[in-house]
């Protein structure tokens, strides 16, 4: 392979990996949000385990998710310097405010909210949960802007061999970004109600003690899951008729036209198997021969979004930005195939790491149960929560 595969190679592999913890942060916020409300309003003991124990899982996945996302930022300067010669006044916009304002405060909330259990008042406690669903939302929006320049560099001209951003409304506005966005939240709810799903059904085959707490769950991540789907398909549907205007040969790539295939060959056929199920929702503990099939369609979301995250950005090759910026004019000058080669296995060997200790982490939190959960245990002190997560 030469230095321009391999960049691309490397990006593809951290940004895929990169994916797969954003799209469960985004969708087990609101609900470990709500399950906080419902905490808060009614006070009953069984909505406080429940937000502890789907939060313990949430912090793990943000936390670890963290580090994979400043490999990509990393990488910019890396391997695509000519991106940011070209293009940083408006592509760097959007990035910078998620980074400056929307992660930084996200962060600082997640904090109060995980060393805040028996401290805060408990509408105080509440408002920091919301915080963060809200700016991870935000967080969300600015990076898909960004991307969405890519997509559809609207709202900038060149001047002296630069783009420069002359309309900010433009940007924020993009046709591909209004169809994109509530796809990509819609992704993130199927993602992460197959999480709670796959792991309540996991503990009612296992004949849990904590049947009732786990038949509860089981429930809401099978409507999580079947709505976020909905919303998935609606809006990546929707994408074909803007897609047709600004990039019509999109998908005559022919590694995006199987990636796109992937995409909706995998989500329909859950997305039918969940329709399926849902008005079964009430029984569907009580049959142990259903719930090993709800393990299995746990990670069918996750496949299914890196298969759509390549069919939207192999589709635009060979731009970066499309009709301004090619790959090769955006790739660093001076990189050669062993440095590349080995940036891509140090790369992809710690983020498989993440991703696997990820998976452990959460794998071992599920299978605990909400027992042994160190988030706002009465008498564990707060630091111990990450410690706790991290020694399991």
């Given amino acids: 392979m030469g230095v321009l595969d391999l960049a691309r190679t490397q990006f593809a592999v ?13 969708g087990l916020a ?28 949430y912090v ?25 010669e070209y293009a940083g006044d408006v592509f760097g916009a959007p990035l910078a405010i998620e980074t400056l304002g929307a992660f930084f405060i996200e962060s600082t909330f997640l904090g109060l909210w995980i060393f805040g259990w028996n401290r805060l008042n408990r509408w105080a406690h509440l408002a920091c949960i919301w915080m963060v669903t809200l700016t991870a939302y935000v967080s969300a929006f600015w990076i898909m802007a960004a991307n969405s320049f890519l997509q559809n560099p609207v ?64 429930r809401t991540g099978l409507l999580v899951a079947f709505c976020g789907s909905l919303v998935t398909a609606a809006f990546g549907y929707a994408q074909f008729g803007s897609i047709g205007l600004y990039q019509p040969d999109k998908f005559r790539v022919p590694l995006a036209g199987v990636a796109l295939a992937a995409m909706m060959g995998i989500g ?19 049959w142990r021969w259903a719930q090993p099939l709800l393990v299995i369609l746990t990670p069918a979301p996750f496949l299914a ?8 950005e192999v589709g635009r ?37 993440l991703a696997v200790t990820d998976y452990l982490l959460i794998a071992g939190t599920v299978r605990r149960g909400p027992g042994t959960v160190a988030l706002g245990a009465d008498d564990e002190p707060a630091p111990a929560v990450l410690e706790h997560a991290l020694s399991h």
């Fill in 14 to 26: 951290t940004g895929s990996i990169h994916f797969l913890f954003v799209v469960l942060t985004l």
């Fill in 30 to 57: 609101p609900i470990i949000a709500i399950m906080h409300t419902r905490h808060a309003v009614t006070g009953r003991p069984e909505h406080e385990r429940a937000t502890r124990f789907w939060g313990q899982i």
């Fill in 60 to 84: 793990t996945n943000y936390a670890l998710g963290i580090f994979t996302g400043l490999v990509m930022e990393f990488q910019f300067g890396l391997s695509w310097s000519g991106l940011s």
């Fill in 155 to 218: 709202g900038a001209v060149e001047r002296g061999g630069r783009l420069v951003l002359t309309d900010f409304g433009a940007l924020l506005s993009n046709p591909a970004l209004v169809n994109s966005l509530p796809h990509v939240v819609g992704a993130g709810l199927w993602a992460a109600g197959s999480v709670v799903m796959g792991a309540s059904a996991y503990q009612l085959f296992r004949r849990t003690p904590e049947r009732e707490f786990f038949t509860s769950a089981l």
């Fill in 268 to 286: 329909q056929l859950v997305q039918f198997l969940l329709l399926l199920l849902a008005p079964l929702t009430y029984w569907l503990p009580r």
């Fill in 305 to 312: 979004a890196i298969c759509g995250w390549l069919a939207r």
């Fill in 317 to 353: 090759q060979p731009w970066l930005i499309n009709g301004r910026l090619t790959v090769a004019d955006a790739m660093s000058h001076g990189l050669t195939p062993g440095m590349v080669t080995v940036s891509l296995v140090g790369f992809t060997g710690v983020l498989g790491l």
